[in-house]
């Protein structure tokens, strides 16, 4: 299978401001795609912000997942042939989700509403998210989200592996309570799963919290391929091969040294998890 180059996107959001941060979003995949990136990740609530102090606040900027902010990158994608995974405030009747999409030429791949919701910014008055994780089967590579917080709880991750996921991209809204958690849980969720994983940040500040930027992406090994170790505007990028991420038996020395990540689990015994 050839490699697929991913690209990840650390930038400033304006928070309330849609179009502003759509127009950034277009600038930005003008440049993966121009480097031959076939699937761009923002970081969490790319089109609005994050540090809202009402859900009547963020209602304002939400969007259905037909809405405009979906159909703008819809036409990127288009216009670009590539994949665009961003975060977006979803309408939903009178709930509203922290949500990302998946979205290619031909529209909308995937949509995932957060599960695990800190008491910060507008995670304060979202709804947790209401579907079971999910796999999305693309042509060339498996793709599954998680977003932010969710990286905290190892299940998230797991049940995405086990479906089969080649890659999981993750992206988030990490203040700096959250720099050590940048700084090793990409790699660990990488490691256990033997996936690739992708954590994307954002950097700038909002209302008073800062954002530590540190977006990373991780093999499957857990081994950093490419680190935006600051607090800038910056790209990161990878070549990543699904082969690599399916092939869970790892052997160091044949017939003495083997693991396999998923045969070795022993779910019978994990019963007081759930």
Not at 40 to 51: A, D, K, M, W
Not at 94 to 115: E, H, M
Not at 240 to 246: G, H, N
């Amino acid at each position: 299978m050839a490699l697929i180059k991913v690209a990840g996107v650390q930038m400033d959001i304006r928070m309330g401001e849609t179009e502003a941060n759509l127009e950034k979003i277009a600038v930005h995949l003008s440049e993966t795609t121009d480097a031959e990136a076939v699937l761009t990740v923002f970081p969490e609530c790319t089109t609005t912000g994050y540090c809202f102090n009402s859900l009547e606040e963020a209602r304002e900027v939400s969007e259905t997942v037909d809405g405009p902010s979906v159909e703008f990158v819809r036409q990127l994608c288009r216009e670009k042939n590539t994949r665009v995974v961003f975060g977006f405030l979803e309408s939903a009747g009178d709930q509203v989700f922290n949500s990302l999409a998946l979205v290619g030429p031909a529209g909308v791949l995937g949509t995932y509403r957060k599960i695990h919701l800190p008491h910060l910014g507008v995670d304060r008055f979202t709804t947790p998210g209401d579907r079971p994780f999910d796999v999305i089967e693309t042509p060339d590579i498996r793709i599954g989200m998680n977003i932010c917080y969710d990286s905290a709880f190892p299940e998230a991750a797991r049940i995405l592996a086990i479906q089969g996921a080649d890659l999981i991209t993750l992206p988030t809204n990490w203040p700096p309570t959250s720099s050590l958690t940048a700084d090793v849980v990409p790699n660990t969720r990488a490691l256990e799963n033997h996936v690739y994983f992708m954590a994307i940040n954002r950097i700038g500040s909002e209302r008073g919290i800062e954002f530590v930027g540190k977006s990373k992406i991780c093999s499957p090994r857990g081994v950093t391929m490419a680190f935006a170790n600051h607090a800038n505007e910056a790209i990161i990028y990878a070549d990543i091969d699904p082969e690599i991420a399916r092939e869970k038996h790892l052997v160091s020395i044949p017939g003495q040294h083997e693991i396999h990540r998923m045969k070795d689990r022993r779910p019978d015994v994990y019963g007081p998890l759930t």
